[in-house]
Structure formats: C-alpha cells, structure tokens
C-alpha cells in the first residue's frame, strides 16, 4: 500500500463517518488537555512547596522541648505545654556547636497589641537579633533587633506590615510606643509585607 493509497483511505474514513470522526478528535483533544493540566498542577504543587521550604531556609533545624516527631514546624505547636522549656542556656550550648551558624531562642504566644485607642489579638513572638535573618525576613522600615546580651531584653518591637496599616493607619509607626499585654515597646522596625503579613 503506498503513502497516497493510506491518506486516501483515512480521507474516506474520516468524511465517511464524520460523528465519529468528531468524537474522536475530542477524545484526543480532551485528553491532551487533561495531561497538560495535570503536569501544570503538579509543577505548580512542586513550585509551592519548595518555596515554602526556601521560605523557612534550607539549612534549618528548629528544636522543640519534649517531643521526639520529626514532623514539620507548626507555630502552634510552640505555644504547647512542654515537660521542660528549653532555656537560654540551652541556646547557649547550641550556639557553641561549631556546625551552627546561628542560633534564635524563641517565645511565641498571643496577646492584645494597643496603640491609640486601636486593640488587635495578635501573635507575639519573641526573639533575638538572628531571628530576622534566619528566616528571611526583610524589614521596610526601621532598624533590625539590637544584638544584645540574651538574657537583658530590649523594650522594643518590629510589627508586621499588616499590623502597622491596621493600627498606625497614616501615623508613622516608628518610635511609636505600643502596649503588649502589661508592656510598652518602642516600634524600631516595620517588615515588608509577606504571604501572611
């Protein structure tokens, strides 16, 4: 059977029969379409999930007191109670160990924040002058932590970007003296705005 042969044979098929031919063709077409979105969807999935990781750092380890899982970081489960609270001392030791580059204790929980009549539940989280950069965080405004003493706590803060449009509005936020909870702070610093603000 020769080439001319063949195409006139599918010719005839395809006008011979044109509801199957059409269906055919969608068929196809539909499931072309479908291994393309599929492989969008995985490549988008793929994409996410690697910027989340990026967004933590590649080279993290984060240390909870009393469990023994190996399961990814929650920041809720940092407000639970543990058997023993690791200790600056701890951090300490773990700043010593000469694979470590940097070391950010941290004290996360909720609090009222107030500032001119304004009041916002916000998450409060407590830290050192590492903790910006260990994950990632750029600041938009102000200056970072001071890098002091661990054990001599600053009266200051750094707010998110959500936070200050909530409750500073067109008021500079920095230099601003705010209250958590029974504490005021000096605002020194402003993040740029993130997935979450």
Same mark, same amino acid.
């Given at each position: 059977?020769?080439?001319?042969?063949?195409?006139?044979?599918?010719?005839?098929?395809?006008?011979?029969?044109?509801?199957?031919?059409?269906?055919?063709?969608?068929?196809?077409?539909?499931?072309?379409?479908? *291994?393309?979105?599929? =492989? @969008?969807?995985?490549?988008?999935? $793929?994409?996410?999930?690697?910027? !989340?990781?990026?967004? +933590?750092?590649?080279?993290?380890?984060?240390?909870?007191?009393?469990?023994?899982?190996?399961?990814?970081?929650?920041?809720?489960?940092?407000?639970?109670?543990?058997?023993?609270?690791?200790?600056?001392?701890?951090?300490?030791?773990?700043?010593?160990?000469?694979?470590?580059?940097?070391?950010?204790?941290?004290?996360?929980?909720?609090?009222?924040?107030?500032?001119?009549?304004?009041?916002?539940?916000?998450? *409060?989280?407590?830290? =050192? @002058?590492?903790?910006?950069?260990? $994950?990632?965080?750029?600041?938009? !405004?102000?200056?970072? +932590?001071?890098?002091?003493?661990?054990?001599?706590?600053?009266?200051?803060?750094?707010?998110?970007?959500?936070?200050?449009?909530?409750?500073?509005?067109?008021?500079?936020?920095?230099?601003?003296?705010?209250?958590?909870?029974?504490?005021?702070?000096?605002?020194?610093?402003?993040?740029?705005?993130?997935?979450?603000?």
């Amino acid at each position: 059977m020769r080439l001319a042969d063949t195409l006139r044979f599918a010719r005839d098929a395809a006008t011979g029969y044109p509801v199957r031919t059409a269906l055919s063709v969608l068929a196809m077409a539909i499931g072309v379409a479908a *291994v393309v979105l599929l =492989t @969008a969807l995985g490549d988008g999935a $793929r994409r996410y999930v690697v910027g !989340q990781f990026s967004s +933590l750092g590649t080279n993290l380890v984060i240390v909870l007191p009393g469990r023994s899982g190996t399961g990814g970081f929650n920041p809720a489960n940092a407000i639970t109670s543990t058997p023993r609270d690791l200790t600056i001392d701890d951090a300490a030791s773990l700043r010593r160990l000469p694979h470590v580059h940097r070391v950010a204790p941290l004290a996360v929980g909720t609090s009222e924040m107030a500032f001119g009549g304004k009041l916002r539940e916000v998450m *409060v989280a407590g830290s =050192t @002058a590492e903790f910006i950069p260990i $994950r990632h965080f750029e600041l938009a !405004q102000g200056k970072a +932590l001071p890098d002091e003493d661990w054990n001599h706590g600053s009266s200051v803060a750094i707010i998110g970007a959500k936070l200050r449009e909530e409750l500073f509005g067109a008021t500079p936020a920095l230099g601003q003296l705010i209250r958590i909870g029974d504490r005021r702070l000096r605002v020194i610093g402003v993040l740029k705005p993130s997935g979450q603000g």
